[in-house]
T-cell receptor, first 114, second 113 residues
């Protein structure tokens, strides 16, 4: 079992550009959540996808969008990049919603905006 | 507003001692609380979940308590080892039962040999 895999691991983009990050969930998991983690901070929830639809969204602007595919993999897109978007972007997968849901995180994508 | 507070200062302890980390929250009554471990440059790894109706949960050298009156969780690592050095995050469901964990900023634990 490969667990949660994210690509790429590192990325450097220029302010104003667009970026797409990818996530493959743990085998058997159907729910994918995305988090942004700035240095020295805890992960901040961006949104969650289930059955190819955005189910919950955190306090992030519309520049952040996502998609979930029929195989449960997911993409995070960020448009019009700002310097403040530099962070570790984490994908977490879980099995539906539930009180005992344990989230499995990928290793993250380190995004640097210059 | 809702807040999750973890000590931002690193906790330094000697190998073999018990490490105790604190997570305080305000203005909410979460259905559950989770603890995660995070190593530098890696994603968090789930350790334990404790529900609001549970006072204590144990797993090997780990123990978590959950006091809904004090709005506080304590995370203990007994017989600590240098390999336990990491950042420990607490996470709570602060979104009305939608099971989206909201994370604290974490506390760094350094275990000295």
């Amino acid at each position: 079992d490969a667990g949660v895999t994210q690509s790429p691991t590192h990325l450097i983009k220029t302010r104003g550009q667009q970026v797409t990050l990818r996530c493959s969930p743990k085998s058997g998991h159907d729910t994918v959540s995305w988090y942004q983690q700035a240095l020295g901070q805890g992960p901040q929830f961006i949104f969650q996808y289930y059955e190819e639809e955005e189910r919950q969204r955190g306090n992030f602007p519309d520049r952040f969008s996502g998609h979930q595919f029929p195989n449960y993999s997911s993409e995070l897109n960020v448009n019009a990049l700002l310097l403040g978007d530099s962070a570790l972007y984490l994908c977490a997968s879980s099995l539906s919603a539930g009180l005992n849901t344990e989230a499995f995180f990928g290793q993250g994508t380190r995004l640097t905006v210059v | 507003s809702q807040k999750i507070e973890q000590n931002s200062e690193a906790l330094n302890i000697q190998e073999g001692k018990t490490a105790t980390l604190t997570c305080n929250y305000t203005n909410y009554s979460p259905a559950y609380l989770q603890w995660y471990r995070q190593d530098p440059g890696r994603g968090p790894v789930f350790l334990l979940l404790i529900r609001e109706n549970e006072k204590e949960k144990r797993k090997e050298r780990l123990k978590v308590t959950f006091d809904t009156t004090l709005k506080q969780s304590l995370f203990h690592i007994t017989a600590s080892q240098p390999a336990d050095s990491a950042t420990y995050l607490c996470a709570l469901d602060m979104s009305g039962g939608s099971y989206i964990p909201t994370f604290g900023r974490g506390t760094s634990l350094i275990v000295h040999p």
